[in-house]
């Protein structure tokens, strides 16, 4: 394999945190190629308005701050390539990726492949997203300051959600298609502790409703024992189900955690049975799982750059 076809960085993944890389590697020179993946954009794509990056005082549309990020990072070098990674050899210098069609070659990788939201996949609630239907709380509770929402989900992460949201909304929906939860006691007894808050058990969604509106109207529910269904009018519905972080493709080759998130130690250094591989890097949600903000993500990309910066220069690149 001939030197100059191997990249010095490739990135995966073109969020926040793999277009932040993309910014630094750029500026440094080292023509960095960024793998746009199957959810170009990440969960920025999907959102719309974002309050809380700074720098943006009346807040900025999620796909127009990922533009923005993407024509910062090509005007100092950086290539984006719509393209999947169908497998990775990172046991081989320089890395191997397999990208079906082609195969690349790579001195340091950046891994920022995020994690992707779980969704029920109704249609409704696809058609939704956005719409009054999300999938993080954090990023817009604010929108719902006086309304009733529901939350779907049992786990930790739901009643997290729940209790967070109760700060806005006057009555918050619990849903929950089990009578038992996954969530820890704490966290159960402190969701229903608080008067704002409602459980439905052994619940399922049917369909969101207020797709003809482009607006949440309210939820078709069905208990699944009885079979009943009912219409719980509301204005906005929030996804309490968890993350899938999306790094499959490098499993035995770094260490991940029980959920399937790489484990970084040194902020964003890669490790295989405890011991760092060099060269590789995990930045963003996909190493994330606690705070998984845009400003954390970028955060971390730009960790992630500098670290691949210095393993080159230390290389001698």
């Given at each position: 394999m001939s030197d100059h076809t191997t990249r010095d960085t490739v990135i995966l993944g073109s969020g926040c945190s793999g277009l932040t890389a993309?910014?630094?590697t750029a500026r440094a020179n080292l023509k960095p190629l960024?793998?746009?993946?199957h959810e170009p954009g990440g969960q920025l794509s999907i959102t719309t308005l974002v309050e809380n990056f700074p720098g943006w005082?009346?807040?900025?549309?999620?796909?127009e701050l990922i533009e923005n990020m993407k024509q910062q990072a090509t005007r100092f070098g950086a290539e984006l390539k719509m393209a999947h990674l169908v497998s990775?050899?990172?046991?081989?210098?320089?890395?191997?990726?397999?990208?079906?069609?082609?195969?690349?070659?790579?001195?340091?990788?950046?891994?920022?492949?995020?994690?992707?939201?779980?969704?029920?996949?109704?249609?409704?609630?696809?058609?939704?997203?956005g719409h009054g239907v999300s999938s993080c709380a954090t990023c817009d509770g604010f929108f719902f300051?006086?309304?009733?929402?529901?939350?779907?989900?049992?786990?930790?992460?739901?009643?997290?959600?729940?209790?967070?949201?109760?700060?806005f909304a006057t009555k918050v929906t619990l849903i929950n298609r089990s009578e038992n939860f996954r969530a820890s006691k704490i966290m159960l007894e402190r969701a229903m502790a608080h008067p704002n808050i409602v459980f439905r058990t052994s619940t399922v969604v049917d369909e969101v409703l207020g797709v003809e509106e482009k607006d949440v109207k309210g939820l078709k529910l069905r208990n699944i024992?009885?079979?009943v269904a009912e219409n719980l009018p509301l204005s906005g519905l929030f996804l309490g189900i968890g993350h899938e972080p999306n790094a499959k493709a490098f499993r035995h080759q770094i260490d991940l955690d029980d959920d399937g998130y790489i484990k970084t130690v040194n902020n964003v250094f890669c490790t295989l049975n405890g011991q760092i591989v060099p060269g590789v890097f995990a930045s963003g949600d996909v190493q994330d799982r606690r705070y998984r903000q845009a400003i954390t993500a970028a955060g971390t990309g730009c960790m992630a750059a500098l670290e691949v910066e210095k393993f080159l220069e230390e290389h001698g690149r």
């Open positions: 993309a910014i630094y960024v793998l746009e993946g005082p009346q807040g900025v549309q999620g796909p990775v050899d990172l046991s081989k210098r320089p890395f191997e990726l397999n990208l079906g069609k082609e195969t690349i070659h790579t001195r340091t990788l950046i891994i920022a492949s995020g994690a992707s939201a779980r969704w029920l996949g109704i249609p409704s609630e696809q058609a939704l997203i300051s006086g309304k009733e929402i529901a939350v779907v989900g049992g786990g930790d992460s739901a009643m997290e959600e729940a209790l967070f949201l109760t700060r024992k009885t079979n």
